[in-house]
């Protein structure tokens, strides 16, 4: 197997610029549904505001994130950075989701990092108002490297349920 990395867009104006043609949204903007049922937002999840203004004053009963684990899109994190940068977008989601609602999180887990971040992912989840449903893992699921160590990198998919109280409008 032949590995081929994708460049950079950070390192690769050029190519940022062919690709940024086909985003539909820019940093900031929310998409409506013309039904009005869905709202899609390009948003940054651990900002309280951005996240109070996708929402609104609705109550969400769903919420699913699947964020970037080290994979080094930016700068690489400690693990501790890591969580608590979750923490913040956790709490946030925490805010806008009615009782009851529930919490998808697709997470990363590394077998060759102590199969990091997931472990401090779900004791940090502890000291949330998320109740844990499920761990689903993903047998044949995507991963990297050469037939010897391929699935050294995982996605395993938490559930929870929100338990805190629906916030005051």
Not at 36 to 41: C, K, L
Not at 88 to 96: F, I
Not at 109 to 131: H, K, S, W, Y
Request: net charge neutral; hydrophobic share 35%.
């Amino acid at each position: 197997m032949q590995n081929h990395p994708l460049p950079r867009l950070d390192e690769t104006p050029e190519l940022r610029t062919v690709l940024q043609k086909y985003c539909r949204l820019s940093p900031g903007e929310i998409w409506d549904d013309p039904a009005g049922r869905h709202r899609v937002g390009c948003l940054d999840a651990s900002s309280d505001k951005d996240v109070e203004r996708l929402v609104r004053s609705d109550e969400a009963k769903l919420a699913l994130h699947d964020p970037p684990y080290n994979v080094v899109a930016f700068e690489k994190r400690s693990v501790g950075e890591f969580t608590g940068w979750c923490h913040r977008w956790v709490a946030n989601t925490g805010h806008v989701l009615a009782k009851d609602a529930s919490l998808y999180v697709w997470m990363g887990a590394d077998q060759n990092e102590g199969f990091q971040p997931l472990p401090d992912f779900m004791v940090m989840m502890r000291e949330t108002g998320f109740r844990p449903r499920s761990f689903i893992t993903m047998r044949h699921q995507r991963g990297y490297g050469t037939q010897r160590n391929w699935m050294a990198v995982r996605q395993e998919l938490l559930y929870y349920l929100h338990e805190a109280a629906p916030r005051s409008s």
